[in-house]
């Protein structure tokens, strides 16, 4: 795999993790250590997950990928509708759950990065090597979220009326990505 081909696979990869971490910049001003924290979190499970995908290669990949977008989905849904629960409710950004810990932290990362285990598992269908490309793809995302929190805080700084809209904002794009990976999946493909 030549380097530009692991470099646009992982900002690829790193485009859900860009848009959620925009969102969180545009629901509150993240200071230093919960940058570090959402990027370290996201940037980790995007290199471990391909590794984890290619050691469990094809047997675990196939029964994983019938429910996964499922999985994504979900777990990008209750975070997004609770986030348009806080909006509808007015309560501050200073009042919202900060989505740079806990369980908010761990579903977001989990979610943001299972298309990285569908790589890992075909990566190692073609036999390539796993360890530089789950490096540089943790290493983008890193740097795509820590971006990605800070132009939403810059666009907070600039008009500090958009506090609900910002979380409803956020809200919707979470669902529109949940929505999105269910497309990809063909959940709609029977509907339609």
Not at 42 to 57: I, K
């Amino acid at each position: 795999m030549t380097p530009a081909a692991i470099l646009i696979l992982a900002l690829a990869l790193a485009m859900d993790a860009f848009a959620v971490a925009l969102v969180t910049g545009l629901r509150m001003r993240c200071n230093a250590a919960q940058t570090l924290r959402m990027a370290l979190a996201f940037g980790g499970f995007q290199a471990l997950m391909p590794l984890a995908g290619w050691f469990l290669g094809l047997t675990v990949r196939s029964h994983i990928e019938a429910f996964d977008h499922w999985i994504a989905f979900g777990l990008l849904g209750f975070v997004g509708f609770r986030m348009l629960k806080e909006a509808w409710e007015g309560h501050p950004p200073e009042d919202c759950s900060d989505p740079t810990r806990g369980m908010t932290l761990l579903m977001l990362a989990i979610a943001t990065s299972l298309d990285a285990l569908a790589v890992g598992g075909s990566l190692s269908l073609l036999n390539i090597d796993i360890l530089t490309p789950a490096l540089v793809i943790g290493a983008v995302c890193f740097a795509m979220t820590a971006i990605g929190l800070h132009l939403g805080r810059l666009v907070v700084r600039a008009s500090t009326r958009l506090d609900r809209w910002a979380n409803a904002l956020g809200g919707l794009v979470l669902i529109g990505i949940g929505v999105r990976i269910l497309f990809e999946h063909g959940v709609f493909d029977t509907i339609i």
